[in-house]
């Protein structure tokens, strides 16, 4: 549990942001886990066609892609921007102009994909482009790994969440992403979530304006996590979250060529279509009734765009 809550966070100056609690003085250039300082980076904003239907709808929901992560997920498929120093650096008032671009294009909603790291200048930019008129639901595309803090502290800019929930098993947590207090922080960050956006809301065509959505990645060989994670969040919400159980696993690259890493074989291969339907046919036992499933065979290939600059300003 967390015991200094009561702390503020919003500063890149003794960066606190999550739940790795650096301390790195971002604002002097320097870098913690994350790998970012204080200065925005994006790899990519741009219409997005592939998240769940009530996301992106028939426009396409407005994905602007950050660079840096605060998990190291050993199947991550967002590597080349989750790690290093890929994307462009952008300041508040250009990322106003992104999410006013955005909205011009037609988004739907403005998705803001692994955006932890740099919260307190995305709410800097949400504010600027509201003043130029920027009115769109804003959604927070998150690992889950979160501090309590950091979402009463930057919830009121959030309409969606969309969070995963990777973990019922903090040692899986930690072999697969580095991170053994995954569970101890993204559970009652969820717990903060659901109490921020109260019930879900939708308008006449569909499209989420406010709510919760968890995404469960069921993982080869490991349908009993995935369905423990569904336990524990049935348990405490029931349906008033939405399920998003994924099969789009593939594995990265680097195991797919041989696999190198011995620890991690089991990870070498796509989820079987027995394996997926054991863990919806068991959501569906539990009583869930708010679950988005994918139909057929999908790949994480096909939903991973070009992380090219596209849509960040100047550039694509
Ligand atoms: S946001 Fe980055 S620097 Fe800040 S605590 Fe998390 S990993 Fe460390």
């Not at 809550?5 to 790795?20: G, Q, W």
């Not at 079987?272 to 339907?277: A, F, L, W």
Request: charged content about 25%.
């Amino acid at each position: 549990m967390e015991h200094d809550v009561h702390l503020k966070v919003s500063s890149y100056e003794c960066c606190m942001l999550c739940p790795r609690k650096c301390r790195a003085d971002r604002h002097a250039g320097k870098r913690g886990f994350c790998g970012q300082t204080d200065e925005i980076r994006l790899a990519r904003a741009a219409l997005h066609f592939w998240e769940e239907p009530c996301i992106s709808g028939k426009n396409g929901s407005g994905a602007v892609f950050f660079t840096g992560c605060t998990l190291r997920c050993i199947f991550c498929q967002n590597r080349e921007i989750s790690t290093g120093e890929s994307g462009k650096a952008v300041n508040t008032e250009e990322l106003a102009r992104i999410f006013l671009n955005l909205k011009e294009k037609g988004a739907h909603n403005i998705n803001l994909v692994t955006p932890t790291h740099f919260m307190p200048s995305v709410c800097d930019a949400l504010k600027l482009s509201g003043e130029q008129g920027f009115d769109l639901p804003v959604i927070s595309n998150t690992s889950g790994y979160e501090r309590v803090q950091c979402i009463r502290e930057f919830g009121n800019d959030i309409d969606i969440w969309l969070t995963d929930i990777k973990y019922a098993d903090p040692l899986l947590a930690g072999r697969f992403s580095g991170a053994y207090d995954y569970t101890e922080y993204a559970y009652p960050a969820l717990e903060e979530m659901v109490r921020q956006a109260g019930g879900a809301l939708f308008d006449e065509a569909g499209l989420m304006k406010k709510g919760v959505i968890v995404r469960i990645l069921v993982l080869p060989g490991h349908t009993k996590e995935a369905k423990a994670v569904l336990d524990k969040l049935y348990h405490c919400y029931g349906n008033d979250i939405y399920y998003s159980i994924m099969n789009q696993y593939t594995p990265p690259v680097f195991l797919r060529n041989g696999g190198i890493i011995k620890e991690y074989t089991e990870l070498n291969r796509r989820l079987t279509k027995r394996e997926y339907d054991k863990v919806t046919e068991y959501a569906l036992s539990l009583g869930i009734e708010n679950a988005f499933i994918q139909e057929g065979e999908t790949s994480f290939d096909s939903f991973v765009p070009a992380f090219d600059l596209t849509g960040v300003l100047g550039e694509g």
